[in-house]
């Protein structure tokens, strides 16, 4: 596709409840990134996909986060048993290589989650 | 955990001034800079990316990269309204078997007209 996209755009869940975000990054980016950002703050990393492989999980907040990534494309984020404290905005991030050239990276508009 | 430190601001100039934002990073092998734009309640974009020491110019915007300093800053010249926004500054993270993107905590710049 011509840019990242995220989706769903907006998720309110009820606390105790499973939800899934997906991000298709650009067409050929090889990295993929996921991060949270919440409100006023800055922008927390969460985990790094080089192809289908994370090669670092230690970002994820606890073990009720998970993600994954198939054919070297899309990825889901998925929370389990979402609490308050998870609600925050998900942005997604590719990038073209892994290496230290050609790494900037192109953000999704971002799946902005609340926990009710 | 590698660093990346900003002032977080807010940074107040008048319109048609010369912002400047800093950024400070931990990791003295790093290699590659990143400047990110981001809107209040949107993503961040992708401004200026910068590799060697010294000047890098596109259009209004200079990155200034002095890896002995670990130091790298954004100038913005004739600042406008509309570059009101945080800006964020990025540099991969080399311990990791990949690389990821670390990110500053951003500054935020209020250009008044």
């Known amino acids: 596709g011509a840019g990242v996209s995220q989706s769903p755009s907006n998720k309110v869940t009820e606390k105790g409840k499973d939800v899934e975000l997906r991000c298709d990054p650009i067409s050929g980016h090889t990295a993929l990134y996921w991060y949270r950002q919440s409100l006023g703050q800055g922008l927390e990393f969460l985990i790094y996909f080089q192809g289908n492989s994370a090669p670092d999980k230690s970002g994820l907040p606890s073990d009720r986060f998970s993600a994954e990534r198939t054919g070297g494309s899309v990825s889901t984020l998925t929370i389990q048993r979402t609490q308050q404290e998870d609600s925050a905005v998900y942005l997604c991030?590719?990038?073209?290589?892994?290496?230290?050239?050609?790494?900037?990276?192109?953000f999704g508009q971002g799946t902005r989650l609340t926990v009710v | 955990q590698k660093e990346v430190e900003q002032n977080s601001g807010p940074l107040s100039v008048p319109e048609g001034a010369i912002a400047s934002l800093n950024c400070t990073y931990s990791?003295?092998?790093?290699?590659?800079f990143f400047w990110y734009r981001q809107y209040s309640g949107k993503s961040p974009e992708l401004i200026m990316s910068?590799?060697?020491?010294g000047d890098k110019e596109d259009g209004r915007f200079t990155a200034q990269l002095n890896k002995a300093s670990q130091y790298v800053s954004l100038l913005i010249r004739d600042s406008q309204p509309s570059d009101s926004a945080t800006y964020l500054c990025?540099?991969?993270?080399?311990?990791?078997?990949?690389?990821?993107?670390?990110f500053g905590k951003g500054t935020t710049l209020s250009v008044s007209s």
């Open positions: 991030a590719s990038s073209l290589y892994p290496g230290t050239g050609g790494k900037e990276a192109f």
């Open positions: 990025a540099v991969p993270d080399l311990n990791q078997a990949g690389t990821a993107l670390i």
């Open positions: 990791d003295r092998g790093s290699q590659s």
């Open positions: 910068i590799y060697s020491n």
